[in-house]
Each structure stands twice: as structure tokens, then as C-alpha cells.
């Protein structure tokens, strides 16, 4: 557009305006930055809520998505959510500032009193603090959720919470693309909903049996570990019990399994054994991770 518009106007006295913009004051940016833009809109999706501290009894401000502000793109095989625009993942973890008391916002308040004492005494004695930015990415989300695993270590949750934790930690890589890091805690994850199968009552985080059978069968199909795969999607599979939409998913993730193993033995066939070998399941170690089952 023509910014001499008032290029007329210098016989009035208005000399070296012909560079002002009449929709944008002088030495303001005409156009924000994408990023500015995304922080802005972010900014307007969210709002505070006021949340008492199980633990301590201080209140503090959690950042909360407005409802609907956020779309579904599409669902994985695992029950990872892709979302547009802004990701509820991002603001799953509360966190008191006070005494460092964190945990998924569905957790939050079930907190048993012998709990609360171990946060106290192993958490808040360490807690230093910190202020998080208004909006919250990936990577702080990652932080979030560690702190929030190491709560529920510390408090000696039942493995469903550590493994469900765990799963979201995973999926916080996918996003980054860090495939080291996602297959790390998706194994962590996996060896928790074993435990919780074993041991814990049913639903677990709305998962009934048969769904978190098929999670326990899908995670160890991403991990590498087809035997342990198609034992547990199987099992789905003739239930006479589960219903028909598992089946059906138990069923399409165990015919990729097959796909796959058909087409490791046409490489195998043309001398390509290191593919087999690459496709053994890894010995479980016993790292650093171990301990929070
Ligand atoms: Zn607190």
C-alpha cells in the first residue's frame, strides 16, 4: 500500500508523515512475529485456577484450559491424543510452589495422610521453587511431569500412576521427535501396567481390563517385543468378554505385527539376518527407573 497518502499535507505544516501508518501507532510492529502470535492466542485459551494444596494448605494458581479451546487431530495406536492449537498435555501436572507437591490434576487431591508426610519430609525439604512462564511448552511440560513421577515415587503410589505418568512422558518425546527418550519411559510405562494388571482394581484411568490388556500388548508392539505383543492382544482378541472396538483395534495392531515379521523373513530370505537380531527384545536392565515400581 502507498504510505505517502498524506504526501498533500506538507503545505499544512505536516512534514515527514509520509512514513505513518494509520492503523498502527509509530514504531509499533505492523506485523507480530508467529511466535508472538502463538503465545498471544495461547495466553487467551487459558485461565487460573485457584487450588488448595492437599499437603501444605496454601492455595496457588494453576493454569487451566478453557474448555473446547482445544481440537483433536487424531489418536495413536497407544491413546496418545494429537491436538491443534493448544495441548491439554502441556497443563495435565499441578504443582505447589509452596512445598513442591506435584502430581496429574487428577490425582491431585488423593493423597493419603501418611503421604503427605513423606512430602513433606522428602519433597519439601528439598523444593526450591520456581515461577513458570504463562504458557507452558513441551519442554516445561517434560519437567512438569518429571516432578510429578518423582512425587508419586517418593509417595509410593500403586504402579498404575507412575506407569500412566510415565506413558505421558513418552508421548511428550513423540512430540519432540526423541525416540531414545520416548522408548525409554514407554518401557517404564509398559513395566507399570504390568504390575497394575497383576495387582490393582479395575478401571485404571477409565481403562477396564481388556483396554488396558491391549495397551500392555500395544506398548510392548512399539518397544520391539512381538512374542509378549501378540500373547496380550490375543488375549483380547478371544475374550468372549471384551468388546467388539478393542477387538477390532487388538486385532489391526496384531496384523501389523504379522505384516512386519512376513517381511523380516523376505530380508531375512535375501541374507539380511541382522534385521532379526535388531527386532530381539533388549534384556531388561535395571536402571535408574527400576525403582519407581
Ligand atoms: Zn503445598
Redesign the pocket.
Known amino acids: 500500500m502507498d504510505n505517502n497518502i498524506f504526501s498533500d499535507l506538507d503545505d499544512l505544516g505536516f512534514k515527514d508523515i509520509d512514513k505513518l501508518n494509520i492503523y498502527e501507532k509509530e514504531g509499533q510492529k505492523i506485523k507480530k512475529t508467529a511466535e508472538d502470535n502463538n503465545k498471544i492466542s495461547h495466553a487467551d485459551l487459558l485461565y487460573d485456577r485457584t487450588i488448595t494444596?492437599p499437603?501444605?494448605?496454601?492455595t496457588f494458581k494453576a493454569r487451566s484450559i478453557k474448555t473446547s479451546s482445544y481440537r483433536i487431530i487424531k489418536k495413536d495406536s497407544d491413546f496418545f491424543i494429537n491436538y491443534n492449537i493448544i495441548n491439554p498435555y502441556f497443563y495435565d501436572v499441578w504443582i505447589?510452589n509452596?512445598?513442591?507437591?506435584a502430581s496429574m490434576k487428577t490425582d491431585f487431591n488423593k493423597i493419603k495422610n501418611s503421604q503427605k508426610d513423606m512430602v513433606k519430609n522428602k519433597i519439601s525439604t528439598k523444593w526450591k521453587g520456581k515461577i513458570y512462564p504463562a504458557v507452558y511448552d513441551v519442554n516445561i511440560a517434560i519437567e512438569r511431569y518429571k516432578l510429578s513421577l518423582l512425587n508419586y515415587t517418593i509417595i509410593e503410589s500403586p504402579s498404575s500412576k507412575k506407569a500412566m505418568n510415565c506413558l505421558k512422558l513418552s508421548w511428550m518425546y513423540r512430540i519432540l521427535s526423541q525416540s531414545e527418550n520416548e522408548n525409554l519411559f514407554m518401557k517404564y510405562s509398559l513395566l507399570g501396567f504390568k504390575k497394575a494388571y497383576n495387582n490393582e482394581d479395575f478401571p485404571i484411568y477409565s481403562m477396564d481390563k481388556f483396554t488396558t490388556m491391549y495397551l500392555i500388548g500395544e506398548l510392548s508392539r512399539r518397544i520391539g517385543d512381538s512374542d509378549e505383543a501378540l500373547l496380550w492382544l490375543g488375549n483380547v482378541i478371544t475374550n468372549p468378554k471384551a468388546n467388539q472396538k478393542i477387538k477390532d483395534k487388538a486385532r489391526d495392531q496384531k496384523d501389523l505385527i504379522t505384516l512386519s515379521k512376513e517381511s523380516i523373513e523376505v530380508s531375512s530370505n535375501s541374507s539380511l539376518d541382522k534385521n532379526i537380531e535388531i527386532k530381539k527384545p533388549k534384556k531388561k536392565g535395571k536402571g535408574f527407573f527400576s525403582k519407581f515400581f
Do not use: L
Open positions: 494444596c499437603v501444605c494448605g496454601s505447589c509452596d512445598c513442591g507437591y
